[in-house]
């Protein structure tokens, strides 16, 4: 197999991430993140349109990582225990999935749980998207990275 274009669409991510935020260091979180989050290995491929909306001027940014014994237990967790959530003006996810078979429904499930408890912001989000991976792991995640207004 030629892994050359999975290499190239790596390195144009990167590239893309410092193109719009420079001040992202490429030894860090939200930049390790970013990248796994639009990467080849995604079940739902992301538009890379949803980086540049992300990368906007004026925005500090967060890494928030959970567990949980379902995708639902993740959401509650992430409400629950970070209420800077409820601040979010922008906000990618991607949820791991037990080794095995992905539960469409189940996500869903935690995505609608997601929109019930962060209503009021979630609507004026830029973006609002997710994504699944599949885990060598038993348990659930949740992996945010959240866009926080910097002039607050």
């Known amino acids: 197999m030629d892994f050359s274009y999975f290499f190239s669409m790596l390195e144009d991510i990167k590239s893309l991430i410092k193109k719009l935020s420079p001040l992202i260091e490429e030894d860090s ?3 390790r993140e970013l990248t796994t989050f639009f990467s080849k290995d995604a079940k739902i ?3 890379h349109g949803d980086l540049s909306k992300f990368l906007q001027d004026n925005r500090t940014y967060q ?3 959970v567990n ?3 995708y639902k237990d993740c959401v509650y967790e992430l409400v629950d225990n970070y209420p800077e959530m409820m601040e979010s003006i922008g906000m ?3 949820y ?3 080794a095995g078979y992905i539960k469409w429904e189940e996500i869903e499930a935690a995505e609608i749980a ?3 408890e962060l209503t009021m912001n ?3 989000w830029a973006p609002d998207a997710w994504t699944v991976f599949e885990s060598d792991g038993s348990e659930h995640s949740l992996t945010a990275i959240v866009a926080l207004n910097s002039l607050l």
């Open 96 to 98: 791991k999935a037990p």
């Open 92 to 94: 990618l996810r991607y």
């Open 29 to 31: 979180d939200v930049f």
């Open 114 to 116: 997601m929109g019930n």
């Open 45 to 47: 491929e992301m538009h």
């Open 63 to 65: 890494v928030v990582r």
């Open 68 to 70: 949980g014994k379902s």
């Open 122 to 124: 979630a609507y004026g």
